[in-house]
């Protein structure tokens, strides 16, 4: 009688363990998110531009300057830092590459001439990751078969890296962080540009470019959230917020520069 009480019991659990391991496959996979080579430094870019170049016309605005201060300052702006943005991307490119071809040779050496010690590092990676001693073992002995492997492991292992890709161009990475600050820099600025025409009311401008700015923000919002598996209303919630802010600071300091300290001379 034991053993059947035993043997129903084991039953049940078999039974609910594999019921809830149905239901876990039965979730829905996680939205995968964009993939390309140059789809962060787009979003990033342009999410800096648009808060950069609208945070300028707050403040130029809170100042009661013309709508020929806002675009001649707002330009000029735009094209010095869209030029430090796409510099600083292809510097910054540049160096992680340059730092993993140097890290990768320094290991390459370890691998060669310290093999014994490369091993039992990378078996007690393992371990830490869950693997019992026997199976890490087993592992790590059939990756040192493998040069190129063996320092793969070891860079990820001991300094969570990867090998440095060669399909990455600097050069391109810095020209498409320069075009997209240029791209989404300029879309509050053209709302001034466009109402011209229509309206000698710098509120009126201001107003529409405060609209074109939301509107590009939370544009790049749902791209931002593409890009990391987010929640899509969450991201652009957050990325408005982070504008209104921005423009918000910098439309204060204007008003107060102008109003408290006496600049408007």
Not at 95 to 109: A, H, K, L, M, Y
Not at 216 to 234: D, E, M, P, S, T
Request: proline share 2%; hydrophobic share 45%.
């Amino acid at each position: 009688m034991s053993d059947q009480r035993n043997g129903g019991t084991t039953t049940r659990l078999l039974q609910a363990s594999l019921e809830e391991g149905g239901s876990e496959r039965n979730c829905e996979r996680p939205r995968e998110p964009w993939k390309g080579e140059y789809v962060k430094s787009i979003v990033y870019a342009g999410l800096d531009a648009i808060i950069t170049c609208f945070a300028l016309i707050s403040s130029i605005s809170a100042s009661s300057s013309s709508s020929m201060d806002v675009l001649v300052l707002g330009f000029a702006n735009l094209v010095a830092d869209a030029i430090s943005m796409g510099f600083g991307d292809f510097v910054s490119t540049t160096s992680e590459q340059d730092v993993i071809t140097e890290e990768r040779r320094v290991t390459e050496w370890d691998v060669m001439n310290n093999r014994e010690s490369e091993q039992r590092e990378l078996v007690k990676h393992y371990q830490a990751l869950g693997m019992d001693y026997k199976d890490a073992t087993m592992v790590v002995d059939i990756f040192t078969k493998y040069n190129d492997i063996m320092v793969y492991e070891r860079m990820v292992a001991d300094k969570g890296m990867l090998p440095a890709d060669q399909k990455v161009k600097p050069w391109r990475n810095g020209l498409v962080t320069f075009a997209s600050f240029m791209v989404f820099g300029s879309a509050p600025l053209l709302s001034f540009i466009i109402m011209i025409p229509f309206t000698d009311s710098d509120l009126v401008k201001f107003v529409t470019a405060c609209v074109v700015s939301a509107l590009a923000l939370a544009l790049l919002g749902v791209a931002k959230a593409r890009v990391g598996g987010q929640n899509i209303v969450f991201s652009a919630a957050i990325t408005l917020l982070s504008g209104v802010i921005a423009a918000a600071a910098a439309y204060l300091i204007g008003w107060l520069l102008e109003h408290v300290a006496g600049l408007e001379d």
